[in-house]
């Protein structure tokens, strides 16, 4: 193309992200509409769109995963990875972006989604990805159009570069002006938008808005910048180079504009990426991707609604094919059993892939999202480490049918190995399985996956909180278990001191005995005896920090057993708690909340009314205009916590916990613990 000597070639990865609900599904479906990919573009509402073609996205009328889909655009094929905008499911999105030599970030022109914006690029800045900015649904625009950077700007650390400016007939946006190409077009519905003569208002405001956007380039550009200084008009190949070099070194974000659901604005879109983005040259030598092997990455892990796994692959180097012996970054050994072309939901048996596509594999059991691929026996370093955001909200599941527990295991598994950002806690104690996630909605559509494609009924509660007690105060107390029945009876008779340890010490288990009032063989018995004991204290809860000490008993010849001493060591210790003050102990977490800075006070008041201790402020490192929040919180106040953060902080608020410690609980909040805990057990 002579407008672009530098113009990336072949096939090319490209993901659509950004804010939640911001229109990536729609504009994906504008795209293959527009390049012949489908015939209709279908519509969110109407359910019918490539993009959002799971059961479950189609129901919530959100994207829940991330999906793919290949476009034929003047001879390269451009396959789209739309990424869900929800802060809940951008774990696909992260993991992703590595093999990607673009991201079109879809946003709105509305301040309040700016935060999330800001998120969303703040993960592209750190994986250098280059990216575009696609100011969607232009067809309800008002005038804060004019106002594109004073908006946006704050989100991004690139420097905006406006590349396209709207024209008006009274308030719609019927068209733009080409910055670059310095061309007017004007839109037509579902069709290539016109070409009109620039003249008049357009024109003048076309030459000051070329002129600032020449001179973002010329920052980085002292020719151009010489250029401009003389006032000589440079040439367009000369603007267009530095567009595409500025882009694919990170230091400017171009801005372009349209209406996904009018199917506007979405071929200059792809003019763009043709002309611009780079392509898979340049993104292996971004990832550090070594020659002489074919390599691959993992972007995403399908189990297919029918059983089969498929690995979702971009091609970074060489060529892999069916029947290709592939070797993970960890030595993992896998062998391909068919190439896919996916379409959103559907899939297609097809060739080997090449360098630059992106492909399904079969069948690499052993292949995770994230990994790096190579072909024969010597791995490739991984090219990239995502590792999920730490889980904030958890769900306990239960079978609604008994039979289904074991099968519960293996579908977990498998909706884990689609998005790592879930976990699963065993929690023995409570005999209940914790599902750790990152919001409800994402564990909903867990749950809503186990019974649709598992067949699987669950109920989900709130997670049993690891509430403990101890003592305040000793007691020494005996335990005496005597019982004659028929010939042999039962005898065991102990002397326990029983004392309130330190916090976090546990259990320690001692013995005085002289003159073997208790013979040396039954002490264990003792012990076992008083573990069992303290399983359950008097309040109901585990029994911590607590020293049992054996001083005296008595036994008898013919008696006397291992039961019985255990029984009697059970004894003491169930009769003696209940009069040493018990008292319930609840674990309290060290909790970092990040949020934007004007959310700082919103989350103070949050944090007394859950009983949080506030321990410090501070500003974010490396993230300008947020703040830390350091606090501490009883466990059973973080379950719902990130519900409210996120709706204080409009989504983008989040946090990391761990614990610290167990603190006395006395008083009504105690009581009620303790209520609720027999009235479970009764
Ligand atoms: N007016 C208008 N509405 C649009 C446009 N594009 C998308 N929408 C609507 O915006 C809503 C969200 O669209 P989606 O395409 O699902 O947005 P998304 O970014 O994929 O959403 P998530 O993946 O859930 O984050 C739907 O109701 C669309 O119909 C547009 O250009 N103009
Ligand atoms: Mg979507």
């Given amino acids: ?37 489908i015939q209709r573009q279908g519509t969110i ?16 009328l959100m994207s829940v995963e991330l999906s793919v889909a290949s476009a034929n655009f003047k001879g390269d094929t451009y396959t789209f990875v739309d990424c869900p905008g929800s802060v809940e499911f951008v774990h696909d999105m992260r993991a992703a972006l590595p093999a990607v030599d673009a991201a079109v970030v879809v946003c709105e022109l509305d301040e309040k989604k700016v935060p999330q914006l800001q998120l969303i690029l703040r993960e592209l800045e750190a994986q250098k990805i280059p990216r575009f900015l696609f100011v969607n ?8 159009i004019h106002d594109v950077l004073r908006v946006l700007q704050p989100a991004s650390r690139g420097k905006l570069l406006v590349r396209q400016i709207p024209t008006f007939s009274g308030d719609i946006i019927t068209g733009f002006v080409d910055l670059a190409l310095e061309r007017a077009f004007v839109y037509k519905e579902h069709a290539p ?225 689609e998005d790592p950002s879930i976990s699963v806690v065993h929690n023995a104690e409570a005999h209940e399985v914790v599902l750790w996630g990152q919001g409800e909605m994402q564990l909903r559509v867990a749950t809503e996956r186990l019974a649709d494609r598992f067949g699987i009924a669950t109920v989900s509660h709130k997670p049993t909180v690891g509430y403990r007690e101890t003592i305040k105060k000793g007691i020494v107390q005996r335990g005496r278990h005597k019982k004659q029945s028929g010939g042999h009876g039962q005898y065991g008779d102990v002397v326990l001191d029983i004392k309130p340890l330190p916090r976090g010490s546990g259990f320690s288990f001692s013995e005085e005995i002289k003159g073997g009032v208790v013979p040396r063989n039954y002490i264990p018995s003792v012990e076992e005896g008083v573990i069992d004991a303290l399983k359950h204290g008097p309040l109901g809860f585990p029994v911590v920090d607590i020293a049992a000490k054996l001083i005296d008993g008595s036994y008898h010849t013919v008696d006397s057993s291992d039961m019985a001493f255990q029984l009697a060591g059970r004894l003491a210790i169930h009769d003696g708690l209940p009069q040493c003050q018990p008292v319930l102990l609840e ?43 350091r606090v501490q919180m009883p466990e059973s106040e973080i379950g719902d916590l990130i519900v409210e ?38």
């Fill in 1 to 37: 193309m002579a407008q672009n000597g530098t113009r990336a070639t072949g096939p090319r990865c490209i993901a659509l992200v950004g804010p939640f609900q911001s229109g990536k599904t729609t504009l994906l479906e504008a795209i293959l509409a527009r390049t012949g990919a």
């Fill in 45 to 60: 509402e109407a359910e019918n769109t490539v993009g959002d073609a799971s059961k479950e996205a189609r129901h919530h």
């Fill in 137 to 144: 649904k232009v067809d309800k625009a008002d005038s804060t």
């Fill in 193 to 417: 938008s016109e070409v009109i003569p620039l003249e008049g208002d357009a024109l003048d405001r076309e030459k000051t808005a070329r002129f600032s956007m020449l001179e973002t380039l010329a920052d980085h550009d002292d020719e151009l910048m010489e250029q401009l200084l003389e006032d000589v008009q440079p040439p367009r190949d000369k603007v267009f180079d530095d567009l595409s070099k500025e882009l694919r070194e990170g230091l400017v974000c171009p801005v372009l504009f349209g209406s996904a659901a009018r199917t506007n604005g979405v071929l200059r879109l792809m003019k763009a990426l043709r002309h611009e983005s780079p392509g898979i040259a340049d993104t292996a030598k971004r990832l550090g991707v070594k020659s002489g092997q074919s390599v691959g990455y993992v972007l995403k892990t399908i189990n297919t609604a029918h059983g089969g796994k498929m690995s979702l692959v971009r091609v970074l180097a060489g060529k892999i094919g069916d029947g290709a012996n592939i070797t993970t970054a960890d030595g993992q050994t896998g062998r391909v059993a068919a190439v896919f072309k996916l379409m959103g939901q559907n899939s297609e048996k097809r060739g080997a892939a090449e360098a630059g596509e992106t492909v399904a594999l079969g069948k690499l059991d052993h292949t995770k999202t994230g990994d790096t691929l190579s072909d024969g026996a010597q791995p490739h370093p991984p090219i990239a480490k995502v590792a999920p955001h730490p889980p904030v909200l958890s769900i306990a599941v239960v079978t609604k049918e008994r039979k289904d527990d074991v099968k519960l295991g293996q579908a977990l598994a498998k909706l884990l190995e």
């Fill in 587 to 629: 674990p309290i977490y060290q909790v970092e909340i990040v949020c934007p800075s004007e959310a700082t006070a919103k989350m103070n008041a949050l944090m007394s009314g859950r009983r949080g201790q506030i321990l410090g402020f501070d500003t974010r490192e490396g993230w300008d205009g947020w703040d830390v929040v």
């Fill in 645 to 682: 953060v996120r709706s204080a902080t409009a989504g983008v608020g989040s946090f990391r916990f761990k614990f610290d410690h167990m603190a006395e609980l006395m008083g009504r909040t105690a009581d009620q613990i303790v209520a609720a805990r027999k009235a479970a057990a009764a």
